[in-house]
């Protein structure tokens, strides 16, 4: 069983197994720097890959953190307002697979799926246009860089990315985004 069957099932944290006997990693709780340090060196020193290859999944890993500690609606209060998260990385015979899961407010949840189908209906060049396009919109609206993660995720793994919506109630819902590298 690989992590993506077992994303989706309902054995999220149960006898993990996957080809290779376990995913690079697989986490659940804060995130915060010293976690994204920890998920970075357990890329440098289990993935064994090109260098090119290797920025692509230290970038993408950054942009999927950055999404939960910016994004996230689920907190650990217990010493500090961090963002809850699930991140995951995977790697299979010819691909890499990210897998996050986080909880979301509703409110935002049909703009977010539009934004998504926006973004895995480009190729690169109109990802390259859109990226430009959110920019200049954040200058102007003295925003910090606001919608620009998924379209740099969808750029660096060069495949778009799958997210899935699952409503908690009407407040509430679980967002799980799967992104593939491949090897190639």
């Known amino acids: 069983m690989n992590i993506s069957q077992i994303l989706s099932s309902d054995l999220l944290f149960i006898n993990i197994q996957t080809e290779s006997n376990h995913p690079i990693f697989f986490y659940k709780g804060s995130i915060n720097d010293l976690i994204i340090a920890k998920m970075k060196n357990l890329i ?3 993935v064994n890959t090109t260098h090119r290859l290797h920025y692509k999944l230290r970038a993408v890993l950054l942009e999927l953190a ?4 910016s994004y996230s609606s689920e907190y650990n209060y217990l010493d500090t307002q961090e963002r809850v998260g699930l991140l995951a ?3 299979l015979e010819d691909v890499f697979i990210f897998h996050t899961c986080n909880l979301v407010e509703t409110q935002g949840v049909e ?11 480009r190729d690169l060049q109109g990802l ?3 990226k430009l396009e959110f920019v200049k919109d954040n200058l ?3 925003t910090k860089r606001t919608g620009i993660g ?3 995720v969808a750029i660096l793994s060069e495949n778009g990315f799958q997210l899935k919506i699952d409503p908690i109630n009407n407040q509430y819902a679980y967002l799980t985004l799967i ?6």
Do not use: C, G, P, Y
């Open 44 to 46: 440098d020193t289990q």
């Open 66 to 69: 950055q999404n939960i500690m």
């Open 89 to 91: 990385l995977d790697e």
């Open 111 to 121: 703009a977010l799926r539009r934004h998504a189908e926006n973004i895995n209906t």
């Open 128 to 130: 390259a246009d859109l």
């Open 140 to 142: 102007m609206q003295k």
């Open 150 to 152: 998924l379209i740099q």
């Open 179 to 184: 992104i593939k590298i491949f090897k190639r």
